[in-house]
């Protein structure tokens, strides 16, 4: 199994930055893509932003050209610069898992606890 930890939520103005960071433990080897996704109230969760094993990134045309995510070893970061007050949510980190060395394959997503961003205007 797969467990992620978040970090790096809080209160920020329009404008501001924050970085978010998901780290992974447990069976990270079997990790092919790892995602962002958010939640504001009264709406479905919306993916924000996706990194595959291979380092390939890929954006929400509403946070392109201001969120990058990238990695570092085991964690996963989302730096958001720009922050407008559409992006208060609840934030969470996804990890899809592939473990193709047991029969059948394992396939599974697994999911942080979530963080909160609040930006004000």
């Known amino acids: 199994q797969v467990q992620l930890v978040e970090s790096g939520g809080g209160l920020v103005q329009a404008g501001g930055s924050l970085r978010l960071s998901c780290a992974a433990s447990?069976?990270?080897?079997?990790?092919?893509?790892m995602s962002w996704y958010r939640q504001a109230p009264g709406k479905q969760r919306e993916l924000v932003a996706t990194i595959t094993s291979s380092g390939n990134t890929n954006y929400a045309d509403s946070v392109s050209g201001r969120f990058t995510i990238f990695r570092a070893k085991n964690t996963v970061y989302l730096q958001m610069n720009s922050l407008k007050p559409e992006d208060t949510a609840v934030y969470y980190c996804?990890?899809?898992?592939?473990?193709?060395?047991?029969?059948?394959?394992?396939?599974?997503?697994?999911w942080g606890q979530g963080t909160q961003v609040t930006v004000s205007s």
């Open positions: 447990g069976n990270i080897l079997n990790i092919n893509l």
């Open positions: 996804n990890a899809h898992v592939f473990d193709g060395s047991r029969f059948p394959p394992s396939e599974y997503d697994s």
